[in-house]
Nanobody, 128 residues
């Protein structure tokens, strides 16, 4: 049973930082790409960042480049999203997902989700 569990969300002021975690279980962790997505009220879900757990290659949406960092701890089967210099427009529910990845440069970040098949329950991030 594949399971992804996010944690670390919260409410912060603009300019502050948060770090999200996603613990994966029930499958071979390094066989998949892991991604972070977010959805704001009334908006489409969009990709934020992705990492190939085997090789470590990372990808970012233009809106978060230079502010967010995706990383992993293979020993813990956990992926992280360090979010710095947060802005009110970063507010939303953040989801962790596992899948093949691959659409990083062929679609906008709103199109990345089609490459991911397993999703966590989400964690709320609010920036004011």
């Amino acid at each position: 049973h594949v399971q992804l569990v996010e944690s670390g969300g919260g409410s912060v002021e603009a300019g502050r930082s948060l770090k999200l975690s996603c613990a994966a279980s029930g499958y071979t962790y390094s066989s998949y790409c892991m991604g972070w997505f977010r959805q704001a009220p009334g908006k489409e879900r969009e990709g934020v960042a992705g990492i190939y757990t085997g090789g470590g290659s990372t990808y970012y949406a233009d809106s978060v480049k230079g502010r967010f960092t995706i990383s992993q701890d293979k020993a813990k089967n956990t992926v992280y999203l360090q979010m710095d210099n947060l802005k009110p427009e970063d507010t939303g529910i953040y989801y962790c997902a596992a899948g093949s990845g691959g659409s990083w440069y062929t679609t906008s970040s709103r199109g990345w989700a089609k490459d991911f098949t397993t999703w966590g329950q989400g964690t709320q991030v609010t920036v004011s």
